[in-house]
């Protein structure tokens, strides 16, 4: 009997290195964070499974993952009789390193963040995906105007306007 490649410490490794890229992918796709919460589960719990059981190694883990979340979201979208957004390109999305966060997510640190975000989770959409999209999975102003088909200045107006109804409700 052939022994394992991977340990659990690599899958660790491999889901810290991976997980923002794959759940931003899966949430561009899918445009709704449930949604997206519940593929990207699906994926890495198949990946850790797959790991325990294959004797090969995978020469890019991340491009593997990304078939596995199109594979789940083929899936996704023939349960839901829909079809995939394709809004945004892959090769675009994959390449681009998140930005380093700007001065909006600092209102943010000083407020208690899990009431800011069961605050988010009641705005209506498109707005509580714009929030998510922007502050968890550190999409551009631009990726969420290409995404939701409306000016990037509407979408920044958006977000300042809830940022400011955070505020108020928080404190500075």
């Known amino acids: 009997m052939q022994k394992q490649y991977y340990t659990e410490k690599d899958f660790e490794l491999i889901y810290h290195a991976t997980f923002n890229s794959v759940s931003k992918y899966v949430f561009i796709k899918t ?15 198949d990946f850790y499974v797959y790991l325990q059981k294959t004797t090969s190694k995978i020469d890019n883990p991340k491009a593997y993952l ?25 090769e675009d999305l994959l390449d681009r390193i998140p930005e380093d966060f ?15 975000w069961e605050t988010i989770e009641s705005i209506e959409e498109p707005d509580r995906s714009i929030m998510i ?13 290409k995404l939701y088909q409306m000016p990037e200045t509407t979408v920044k107006s958006r977000v300042y306007k809830i940022i400011d109804h955070l505020k108020n409700k928080f404190g500075k």
């Open 66 to 90: 990304i078939q596995m979340a199109n594979h789940e979201l083929a899936d996704f979208y023939k349960n839901k009789k829909l079809t995939f957004q394709t809004t945004i390109d892959q």
């Open 133 to 145: 999209g922007r502050f968890r999975f550190d999409m551009s102003y631009r990726e969420l105007a």
């Open 31 to 45: 445009g709704n964070f449930h949604d997206a919460q519940d593929i990207v589960q699906n994926i890495y719990y």
């Open 102 to 116: 700007d001065l909006e997510l600092v209102i943010f640190d000083k407020m208690n963040l899990e009431k800011v």
